[in-house]
């Protein structure tokens, strides 16, 4: 458990690991119901949680919700504790792995789904002036388009995510409304 910003988070385990971070699941004040992903980073990375903030005032509506939310950060010299939303489904790249490791393809349907899921992401990143430098299927996770899915889901309430990683560029826009780098 680890006291922050006025909340204990009780973790319950390691979620995932990349180069320069472990993201953990954790209940919020022992609340089962109040999960979230606490990402720490070492060196500090204050840069993504900005990115998180330029989302918010560039992307409304419901576009937002495809690109994961970060609640708060907390910084040290030498860390930095990124506190997000968690999603329990695992990335496109884990469903890639578990298709692979089953030695099946992946249906042609579902891979074209998701393509169009992908470039209909980095278009609207694109639109409001925003490039990720590191847009992978090991960086999407998977989320459901519903937030209770009581059915047997299928792939079609399936809808990708971009959550962890978010090294972007802004871009400024001119008077016209045209985008300069």
């Known amino acids: ?41 070492k060196p500090a990375f204050p840069w993504e949680f900005y990115m998180y903030r330029q989302l918010d005032m560039r992307i409304t509506g419901r576009e937002r919700s495809s690109y994961g939310l970060a609640q708060r950060i907390h910084l040290y010299a030498d860390c930095s504790i990124l506190i997000c939303d968690y999603l329990a489904h695992g990335t496109l790249q884990d469903v890639i792995n578990r298709y692979a490791v089953q030695g099946k393809p992946m249906e042609e349907v579902l891979c074209i789904y998701y393509t169009i899921e992908m470039l209909h992401m980095v278009e609207t990143l694109h639109d409001v002036g925003l490039i990720h430098g590191d847009f992978k299927p090991d960086n999407l996770l998977i989320r459901y388009a519903r937030d209770d899915l009581t059915k047997k889901g299928s792939w079609t309430e399936v809808v990708l995510g971009v959550i962890r990683s978010l090294p972007c560029r802004l871009g400024k826009r001119d008077c016209s409304g045209s985008l300069s780098r």
């Open 1 to 41: 458990m680890i006291s922050k910003g006025g909340r204990k988070y009780h973790i319950k385990g390691c979620a995932g690991q990349g180069g320069f971070a472990q993201v953990y699941k954790a209940f919020v004040n022992s609340d089962p119901n109040d999960v979230v992903a606490l990402k720490i980073q």
